[in-house]
């Protein structure tokens, strides 16, 4: 394929509708004969998402070389099987940067600098940076928001002039939007589509896919009327059914005909999805036992904030043949924890930050410990696990994070020495991929099967190395290591089925095919439990 061909996804009428699965969904019907490379255009001003509240934007998620992006981006790592990397995510508030730094360089010879021609450029020329560096055969760019949006429309005049830069046999524009069912009528409407796309091409965009958020499968005569009101063809008009599982998605698209669209507009060849991925997913909807677990954190109110831990526990759950059954236990109330946990196989404390709602969180994981519940503690929740184990333990009563009680007695989680000065938040912490050396014969060395291995960070705590004895001592193995064997990066209690933690967010890497393994763990001992 002699260019690099780019596939523009565009939404419009509602904004969550769910352009980052639909067009992580056509990049997974691509990946298997192209190299495909997706980038996520956002409009805020924000440099990224991590400073962002999660009860308000959902999870941050984070990539290998330490960039916190946007949560779409663990759909494109999972469905096209990629590993995502910082210049993919495009901001409003990275392009304002990179042109005020461009014009006081005086890289604008002087002129006066405009959205129109300079922002614009600034935006293609990224797009096609990236599209060369990468060596991609198709980019895949989804523009944020909702078409008529004043935040996006840089990136919508951009993607419009991409057509004259490279080509329009180079270029196909995708078009996600919304055929409600109103109550009483029981009938599919096609208004909001056609203003939609109205809009759309207002700003010189023709959509050459068109795919309809809706309850049910599109009809042939609504198919039919928003071709003809939408200058499409009636094939280029498909159904963005809802579903109970994200990974149907695929599925249904190559059901509907999404690739003889892609083939045709786009003169390539694809595969059929992999028969792998339809077992798994019919693993999920056809399996008789049941497992329950609860995620105890403080952003309940928002499940998004957890969106790559319920994947992950998909994932393991398709895997070991058993249906997932996941509850949300809020740590920041008082509650009566035999009621909250009653029939949960499993428990898991995620990641987080602050105060609120920790003393709930040490009260569940000594719980579990006590009465041997399966337990995964994910970095904030590998770090109260500790604090629980010495207070409880060790005996050490006053023990505590110094996040939460800076004048503990016992500071068996505390800074980073090289944090100690940080002043702005964003971007300090210890981010990315880092290495831990596993020690053998340990239940988590038995899971990933190998010495070393990497999982991503967000944090800037870590276990005190002066308490790493004295918990030890007690049962409590430090059972992966820094290289340089400074910090604790994997904790298991020895005297329980599964009670483990670890200091990186192992769900960040989890896919389909390939579950996160402390969470197959945790999945797997917890399907034992109910034996």
């Excluded at 962002?52 to 790592?77: C, I, K, R, S």
């Excluded at 994947?311 to 997932?324: P, R, V, Y």
């Excluded at 009563?397 to 000065?421: R, Y």
């Excluded at 989890?510 to 969470?519: C, D, E, G, H, Q």
Aim: aromatic fraction near 8%; proline fraction near 4%; glycine fraction near 8%.
């Amino acid at each position: 394929m002699p260019k690099t061909k780019f596939i523009v996804f565009t939404g419009g009428v509602l904004s969550g509708l769910g352009k980052g699965v639909a067009s992580a969904s056509v990049g997974g019907l691509l990946s298997s004969n192209y190299k495909v490379i997706p980038i996520k255009c956002d409009g805020y001003l924000n440099v990224d998402p991590g400073t962002m509240n999660p009860v308000e934007h959902g999870e941050v998620f984070v990539l290998d070389d330490g960039a916190e992006v946007d949560m779409d981006f663990g759909h494109y790592e999972r469905f096209i099987g990629v590993t995502c990397k910082s210049e993919w995510n495009l901001t409003m508030g990275k392009v304002f940067d990179c042109v005020r730094k461009k014009e006081r360089r005086g890289d604008y010879l002087g002129k006066t600098v405009q959205y129109i021609p300079h922002v614009t450029d600034m935006i293609k020329d990224w797009w096609k940076k990236v599209a060369k560096k990468e060596n991609a055969d198709i980019v895949l760019i989804e523009i944020g928001g909702t078409i008529g949006d004043i935040e996006n429309e840089l990136y919508v005049e951009a993607a419009r002039q991409l057509k004259d830069d490279v080509g329009c046999k180079n270029v196909m524009y995708a078009h996600l939007t919304y055929i409600p069912v109103p109550h009483g009528v029981n009938e599919q409407k096609s208004k909001p589509t056609q203003q939609s796309v109205n809009l759309l091409r207002q700003r010189g965009i023709s959509p050459d896919l068109i795919i309809g958020r809706c309850e049910e499968l599109l009809t042939d005569k609504i198919k039919e009327k928003i071709a003809t009101f939408c200058n499409v063809k009636k094939e280029a008009v498909i159904s963005g059914v809802d579903v109970d599982n994200v990974y149907k998605i695929p599925m249904t698209f190559e059901d509907e005909g999404v690739e003889k669209i892609l083939n045709k507009r786009l003169k390539i060849k694809t595969k059929p999805l992999s028969r792998k991925w339809r077992t798994l997913v019919k693993n999920m909807d056809e399996a008789k036992k049941q497992v329950n677990i609860a995620i105890c954190g403080k952003y309940t109110k928002l499940e998004d904030s957890y969106a790559s831990v319920v994947e992950a526990l998909g994932h393991s759950a398709a895997h070991l043949n058993c249906k997932m059954n996941i509850s949300f236990v809020e740590t920041s109330s008082k509650q009566d924890l035999s009621k909250a946990l009653k029939d949960v196989d499993g428990v898991i404390v995620p990641g987080g930050f602050g105060s609120r709602g920790v003393e709930g969180k040490i009260n569940i994981i000594r719980y579990c410990r006590e009465n041997n519940i399966p337990f995964l503690g994910i970095c904030y929740g590998m770090q109260l696990a500790v604090a629980e184990f010495s207070r409880n333990v060790c005996g050490l009563k006053d023990a505590n994070s110094t996040e939460i009680n800076p004048k503990t007695k016992h500071p068996v989680i505390d800074i980073l020495p090289e944090q100690k000065e940080v002043i702005e938040k964003g971007g300090t912490m210890r981010l990315g991929a880092y290495p831990a050396l596993l020690k053998k014969g340990s239940k988590i060395y038995q899971l990933y099967k190998s010495e070393k291995v990497f999982e991503r960070h967000r944090h800037r705590y870590e276990v005190n190395p002066v308490y790493h004895k004295i918990l030890e001592k007690n049962g409590l193995l430090l059972v992966g290591m820094s290289p340089n064997n400074r910090l604790a990066e994997f904790i298991e209690f020895k005297y329980h089925k599964y009670f483990v933690g670890c200091q990186g967010h192992p769900e960040l890497k989890s896919s389909l095919l390939k579950p996160a393994p402390l969470f197959y763990g945790l999945v797997k001992s917890a399907c034992e439990g109910k034996k």
